[in-house]
Protein backbone atom coordinates (compact mmCIF):
# COMPACT_ATOMS: atom_id res chain seq x y z
CA UNK A 1 0.00 0.00 0.00
CA UNK A 2 0.98 3.42 -0.58
CA UNK A 3 -0.36 6.98 0.54
CA UNK A 4 -1.71 8.29 -2.87
CA UNK A 5 -2.46 11.97 -3.43
CA UNK A 6 -5.89 12.32 -5.16
CA UNK A 7 -4.73 15.86 -6.65
CA UNK A 8 -0.87 15.06 -7.15
CA UNK A 9 -0.34 18.76 -7.41
CA UNK A 10 0.14 19.16 -3.81
CA UNK A 11 2.89 16.81 -3.65
CA UNK A 12 5.41 19.26 -3.10
CA UNK A 13 2.75 21.07 -0.59
CA UNK A 14 4.66 21.73 3.17
CA UNK A 15 1.44 20.83 4.68
CA UNK A 16 -1.02 18.27 3.02
CA UNK A 17 -5.11 18.23 3.40
CA UNK A 18 -6.10 14.91 4.62
CA UNK A 19 -8.98 14.41 2.20
CA UNK A 20 -6.15 14.61 -0.42
CA UNK A 21 -4.24 11.98 1.15
CA UNK A 22 -5.62 7.74 0.38
CA UNK A 23 -4.49 4.40 0.58
CA UNK A 24 -3.88 2.75 -2.80
CA UNK A 25 -2.17 -0.39 -3.67
CA UNK A 26 1.19 0.41 -5.88
CA UNK A 27 -0.60 -1.44 -8.97
CA UNK A 28 -3.61 0.93 -8.73
CA UNK A 29 -1.47 3.84 -8.34
CA UNK A 30 1.11 3.50 -10.83
CA UNK A 31 -1.54 2.29 -13.37
CA UNK A 32 -3.21 6.09 -12.75
CA UNK A 33 -0.28 7.74 -13.74
CA UNK A 34 -0.51 11.06 -15.64
CA UNK A 35 -4.39 10.74 -15.37
CA UNK A 36 -6.54 12.69 -15.45
CA UNK A 37 -5.70 14.80 -18.63
CA UNK A 38 -6.90 18.04 -19.82
CA UNK A 39 -9.04 16.25 -22.32
CA UNK A 40 -10.39 14.17 -19.77
CA UNK A 41 -11.11 16.86 -17.13
CA UNK A 42 -12.55 18.64 -20.28
CA UNK A 43 -14.80 15.65 -21.00
CA UNK A 44 -16.33 15.72 -17.52
CA UNK A 45 -14.24 12.83 -16.71
CA UNK A 46 -12.46 12.48 -13.40
CA UNK A 47 -11.52 9.65 -10.65
CA UNK A 48 -14.15 9.04 -7.96
CA UNK A 49 -12.08 10.78 -4.44
CA UNK A 50 -12.91 8.24 -1.85
CA UNK A 51 -12.16 10.99 1.21
CA UNK A 52 -15.64 12.47 -0.34
CA UNK A 53 -17.73 9.84 -1.74
CA UNK A 54 -18.20 7.79 0.04
CA UNK A 55 -21.21 5.50 -1.62
CA UNK A 56 -19.41 3.78 -3.90
CA UNK A 57 -22.25 1.69 -4.64
CA UNK A 58 -23.86 4.31 -5.94
CA UNK A 59 -21.43 4.43 -8.78
CA UNK A 60 -19.06 1.22 -8.84
CA UNK A 61 -21.16 -2.52 -8.54
CA UNK A 62 -18.98 -6.39 -8.35
CA UNK A 63 -20.71 -8.70 -11.20
CA UNK A 64 -21.32 -11.53 -8.55
CA UNK A 65 -20.52 -14.10 -11.58
CA UNK A 66 -16.95 -12.64 -12.99
CA UNK A 67 -15.95 -10.47 -10.13
CA UNK A 68 -15.11 -7.60 -12.28
CA UNK A 69 -16.11 -4.17 -11.32
CA UNK A 70 -19.35 -2.41 -13.21
CA UNK A 71 -19.14 1.51 -13.33
CA UNK A 72 -22.92 2.99 -13.98
CA UNK A 73 -21.33 6.53 -14.45
CA UNK A 74 -18.89 8.19 -16.92
CA UNK A 75 -16.65 9.19 -13.61
CA UNK A 76 -16.82 5.76 -12.38
CA UNK A 77 -16.09 3.73 -15.67
CA UNK A 78 -13.02 6.44 -16.01
CA UNK A 79 -12.10 5.23 -12.56
CA UNK A 80 -12.37 1.49 -13.15
CA UNK A 81 -10.23 2.03 -16.37
CA UNK A 82 -7.08 4.12 -15.30
CA UNK A 83 -7.07 2.45 -11.90
CA UNK A 84 -7.04 -0.94 -13.22
CA UNK A 85 -9.26 -2.07 -11.17
CA UNK A 86 -10.37 -5.15 -12.89
CA UNK A 87 -6.65 -6.02 -13.17
CA UNK A 88 -6.74 -9.91 -12.74
CA UNK A 89 -5.09 -10.02 -9.47
CA UNK A 90 -7.99 -8.03 -8.33
CA UNK A 91 -10.32 -9.96 -9.81
CA UNK A 92 -8.81 -13.11 -8.81
CA UNK A 93 -8.59 -11.46 -5.00
CA UNK A 94 -12.39 -10.28 -5.39
CA UNK A 95 -13.08 -14.50 -6.20
CA UNK A 96 -11.39 -15.66 -3.76
CA UNK A 97 -12.76 -13.29 -1.10
CA UNK A 98 -16.50 -14.21 -2.22
CA UNK A 99 -15.92 -17.98 -2.47
CA UNK A 100 -14.31 -17.79 1.44
CA UNK A 101 -17.33 -15.42 2.37
CA UNK A 102 -19.69 -18.58 1.12
CA UNK A 103 -17.80 -21.33 2.32
CA UNK A 104 -18.14 -19.48 6.06
CA UNK A 105 -21.80 -18.55 5.10
CA UNK A 106 -22.77 -21.71 4.64
CA UNK A 107 -20.45 -23.86 7.46
CA UNK A 108 -20.21 -21.46 9.92
CA UNK A 109 -20.05 -24.15 13.07
CA UNK A 110 -18.27 -27.69 12.75
CA UNK A 111 -20.86 -29.32 14.12
CA UNK A 112 -23.60 -28.18 11.18
CA UNK A 113 -22.45 -31.02 8.84
CA UNK A 114 -18.88 -29.69 7.90
CA UNK A 115 -17.23 -32.54 5.65
CA UNK A 116 -13.71 -32.45 5.71
CA UNK A 117 -13.25 -31.50 2.48
CA UNK A 118 -15.33 -27.64 2.11
CA UNK A 119 -12.99 -27.41 5.44
CA UNK A 120 -9.52 -28.36 3.71
CA UNK A 121 -11.09 -26.33 0.93
CA UNK A 122 -11.80 -23.03 3.24
CA UNK A 123 -8.64 -23.34 4.75
CA UNK A 124 -6.55 -23.63 1.45
CA UNK A 125 -8.16 -20.43 0.78
CA UNK A 126 -8.14 -18.57 3.61
CA UNK A 127 -3.89 -19.35 3.44
CA UNK A 128 -3.70 -17.95 -0.34
CA UNK A 129 -5.27 -15.11 0.76
CA UNK A 130 -3.35 -14.75 3.75
CA UNK A 131 -0.20 -14.73 1.54
CA UNK A 132 -0.80 -12.11 -0.30
CA UNK A 133 -1.70 -9.95 2.64
CA UNK A 134 1.34 -7.64 4.11
CA UNK A 135 4.29 -9.98 5.61
CA UNK A 136 4.13 -10.45 9.46
CA UNK A 137 6.51 -8.52 11.10
CA UNK A 138 8.54 -10.12 13.67
CA UNK A 139 8.72 -8.74 17.81
CA UNK A 140 12.02 -8.18 18.98
CA UNK A 141 13.06 -10.76 21.78
CA UNK A 142 13.38 -8.02 24.38
CA UNK A 143 10.02 -6.63 23.30
CA UNK A 144 6.77 -6.53 25.18
CA UNK A 145 3.65 -5.31 23.60
CA UNK A 146 1.60 -2.73 26.38
CA UNK A 147 -1.94 -2.82 27.37
CA UNK A 148 -3.86 0.10 26.07
CA UNK A 149 -6.40 1.25 28.01
Known amino acids: MEVDHFDPRTKKER ?21 PTHGDVAAGLRFINPCEDWDYGKYIFEDP ?14 HIRYCD ?8 ERRDRSAILKMLTNHVVLRSGITFDSFSQAVGLLRNQVER ?5 PASSGFKAKKIE
Open 133 to 137: MIPEV
Open 65 to 78: ISHRLIGTTPQAIY
Open 85 to 92: LNAAHLVA
Open 15 to 35: FQNYNNLFLATRHCNGAKRDR
